[in-house]
């Protein structure tokens, strides 16, 4: 799994989703800007976070956030009774 480099910093930090309340659009394809990275917070459950033009998937917990790296596209599948948030680098 990819790190954020540590010279990056967050600058923003989204809402918290649920399954009910992600928006359409973070669960189809899509990516962050060029410089911009992004990190999965997840607060309660699971959330399955998809890179396919790697075939990569990862299923994400509190214990174990995800990384999104620049211009990667990717989805994020919040599962049931999942609480999550994004937090913003540059």
């Not at 999965?40 to 956030?65: A, D, F």
């Amino acid at each position: 799994m990819a790190t954020i480099p540590e010279t990056m910093q967050a600058y923003q930090k989204t809402q918290i989703y649920t399954d009910k309340t992600t928006p359409g659009m973070m669960k189809n394809d899509h990516s962050v800007r060029n410089g911009v990275w992004a990190k999965i917070v997840v607060q309660k459950g699971e959330v399955v976070y998809e890179v396919p033009t790697r075939q990569e998937t990862q299923t994400l917990t509190p214990e174990s956030p995800g990384i999104i790296e620049p211009m990667v596209t990717h989805r994020i599948l919040p599962q049931p009774g999942a609480k999550f948030y994004l937090e913003y680098y540059r």
